[in-house]
């Protein structure tokens, strides 16, 4: 099974800063035949289902706006708020999909500092 | 538009029973794998269980196998999850959610199980 690691736990960041969040997986999530990396990213605010944000890696969803960017390949990923707003205060996680029994990072808090 | 709408959700006593559903429009239902994922209360996601395109294939997470299972009507577009024996640690959100190069999420049905 693949462990996905998510760093930090939290994160409190000023309006207008960059936010950083680190997605590890146990396992390479890269498929070969495709060169895609099989790792999603969403957002999550209460009482609210999980958003997408960015899939295969680094593909920002359609409406996303653009200050939210995905990285990383193999086993190591990061997603990057270059602005933060009031607004991208959520819980995020990082996903595999790449092979059975697909599964999720811990999450990770984000809040305004 | 794509929309997946979960029902079925509600409170059960434990060792109890109860079937979800997710009603999916505005794309061929027969053409994409289907899961379910859960969250507990204050808890992150967990992939719960996973149905092929076909129905050829099913799949569950380790905490619900020999207990859930997981089907789909074509003709009423609908995928469903049968819930038995159900267990306090069971109480979560339950999402459908449709597959492929991306995930597309319903809003969630919440099931507790309580005595």
């Known amino acids: 099974d693949i462990v996905m690691t998510q760093s930090p736990d939290s994160l409190a960041v000023s309006l207008g800063e960059r936010a950083t969040i680190n997605c590890k997986s146990s396992?390479?999530?890269?498929?070969?035949?495709?060169?895609?990396?099989?790792l999603a990213w969403y957002q999550q605010k209460p009482g609210q289902p999980p958003k997408l944000l960015i899939y295969?890696?680094?593909t920002r969803e359609s409406g996303v706006p653009d200050r939210f960017s995905g990285s990383g390949s193999g086993t190591d990923f990061t997603l990057t708020i270059s602005s933060l707003q009031a607004e991208d205060v959520a819980v995020y996680y990082c996903q595999q999909y790449y092979s059975i029994p697909y599964s999720f990072g811990q999450g990770t808090k984000l809040e305004i500092k | 538009q794509v929309q997946l709408v979960e029902s079925g959700g509600g409170v059960v006593q434990p060792g109890g029973s109860l079937r979800l559903s997710c009603a999916a429009s505005?794309?061929?239902?027969?053409?994409?794998?289907m899961h379910w994922v859960r969250q507990a209360p204050g808890k992150g996601l967990e992939w719960v269980a996973f149905i092929r395109y076909d129905g050829s294939n099913k799949y569950f997470a380790d905490s619900v196998k020999g207990r859930f299972t997981i089907s789909r009507d074509i003709s009423k577009k609908t995928l469903y999850l049968q819930m038995n024996s159900l267990r306090a640690e069971d109480t979560a959100v339950y999402y459908c959610?449709?597959?492929?190069?991306?995930?597309?999420w319903g809003q969630g049905t919440m099931v507790t199980v309580s005595s």
């Open positions: 396992h390479s999530v890269l498929y070969s035949s495709n060169n895609n990396n099989y």
């Open positions: 959610a449709r597959d492929g190069d991306y995930w597309i």
């Open positions: 505005g794309f061929t239902f027969s053409n994409y794998g």
């Open positions: 295969w890696a680094s």
